[in-house]
């Protein structure tokens, strides 16, 4: 009703994956600027469908909002291969969904590979299972400028933990927050770290609505990249923790 009453300039899709594409083109066709919630989609085919809409939707890779993962981006040098380890654990009930169950790789593996191409400047060209269940995952990436290790779950403490080394194993740059001490942290700052995460990115959203360019926020294209990388793990977890190997046209292959 919103939309077909031209009562808003832009919105945002908070709604199942499974939803997303079928929600952005609704709002696409009435010109809207949309700002689609990870996961983009449930698999890659859906998230090339929203990179091909027009205009095309932003995606909400909210952790490039962060301070310190800023810094952490920054401290990359622009030449040399990085080795880097990425770690996203918690408590499922620590973040109360009312409606999704995704698992683990939706949840949290796609905000992990996004942060890897974005601090990196880099895209993945192969991905590996090391192992994959709905509650945890450890993924290998190769990329154009190093390599990856990311692990996520969502049964264990709370733990996030970013860290890049150059090729001769030297240590280039560190982030480590631990469940206790991350909340203590946060309650003397006076809010949730995610609930200030979206409050950034909203307000970027809602200057791009005014025709503002918001370089953090995540395009389509950056979804797809995703989701190809999501569909290359579930391709290797299938074939026993092969490496998928991920073209340059947004497929992947074994």
Known sequence: MLIGEQAVDGLVLATPAAAHLEDARLAASAGLAVLVEKPPAVDRADAAALAALEPSPLVGFNRRFDPAIQRLREAVPSSSRLDLMLDLHYERNAWGSYVVRDDVLLAHGTHLLDLVRWVTRSEIERVRADSLAPASAVIELELERGRARISCATDRPRREAIEIRDETGTLLARQERIGLVRRVQMR???????????????????????????????????????????????????????????????????
Not at 206 to 221: D, M, S, W, Y
Not at 223 to 233: E, P, Y
């Open 188 to 254: 003397l700052r006076g809010g949730s770290s995610l609930v200030r995460l979206l409050v950034d990115e909203l307000e970027a959203f809602a200057a791009v609505a005014r025709g503002q360019a918001q370089p953090l926020l995540a395009t389509a294209a950056d979804g797809l990249a995703v989701m190809v990388a999501i569909d290359g793990v579930r391709r290797s977890a299938q074939l026993g923790g092969s490496w998928c190997a991920i073209d340059a046209a947004g497929s992947e292959r074994a």
